[in-house]
């Protein structure tokens, strides 16, 4: 099936299942581990050692498919399983803490081959950048807007410190709407991991997932996602295209 017959589809998916008229992006909300930066293989390291260092048994897997809660939630779900009760706020801060340590030992994730190029699409054709993520990793955070030339300014941000609820739950999708003052309809999203695409389609934004790690494109489908790209190169490549389709969409 050609490309375009691809995006025609996914635009009339989306509007038939959100009830809206129409999908005018005027913002794009973006993740930013596994998405923009190819930082996930160095979370799940980090996450090991914390967990071995606590005698809390955890696996790889784990981690990714957890990929896109905040730190405090993992945490939580990691002592209801291993320990038999929640972990206290003291315990999260502590144990967030280390594997914050643990991440920052390792040296900078690169970024995503192609994130740069997505991220400057969007912007050239009018839509503000948003980033919208579950980390409140300041190693990354601290440099996440000079590394996307200026595309993520504090006031275009919402991370773990900005939520009560983080993903699956839509509100850092929501928060990131109203910090970028559009509506649904007037929102991508671009994620990698299952539980951020399920925040993201639940919020109502046009979700876009792309494959990026160990994670599979059924998986990312299975929860949601409006389009799967296979790579973030295809993403960046396809991208044009699908702002045009969005844009000009007819039933
Ligand atoms: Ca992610």
Not at 142 to 163: C, H, I, Q, W, Y
Request: hydrophobic fraction near 45%; proline fraction near 6%.
């Amino acid at each position: 099936m050609h490309m375009n017959h691809i995006f025609h589809k996914a635009v009339s998916a989306y509007l038939q299942r959100t009830g809206y008229k129409r999908l005018a992006p005027a913002a794009a909300l973006i993740d930013m581990d596994g998405t923009l930066y190819d930082s996930m293989p160095r979370h799940a390291r980090a996450w090991m050692a914390m967990c071995a260092e606590n005698h809390l048994q955890c696996s790889e897997e784990e981690i990714f498919m957890s990929e896109g809660m905040t730190g405090a939630a993992t945490i939580d779900r990691l002592f209801l399983r291993c320990r038999g009760r929640h972990a206290t706020e003291q315990e999260k801060k502590e144990l967030y803490a280390r594997k914050s340590e643990f991440f920052a030992a390792q040296p900078a994730a690169p970024l995503m081959p192609g994130a740069l190029e997505m991220v400057d699409i969007f912007r050239s054709h009018g839509i503000n950048t948003v980033l919208v993520t579950g980390s409140g990793q300041l190693s990354l955070l601290e440099k996440v807007n000079s590394d996307f030339n200026g595309a993520f300014p504090d006031s275009m941000r919402v991370t773990a410190l900005d939520v009560s609820q983080g993903k699956p739950h839509p509100e850092p999708f929501l928060m990131g709407m109203s910090k970028a003052s559009v509506c649904p309809w007037q929102a991508i999203a671009v994620e990698n991991a299952p539980l951020g695409v399920q925040a993201a389609a639940a919020s109502g934004a046009f979700t876009i997932a792309v494959v990026t790690g160990p994670i599979k494109k059924q998986a990312l489908a299975d929860a949601g996602a409006d389009i799967v790209f296979n790579s973030m190169p295809e993403c960046k490549q396809s991208l044009p295209d699908l702002l045009y389709s969005m844009n000009n969409h007819q039933n």
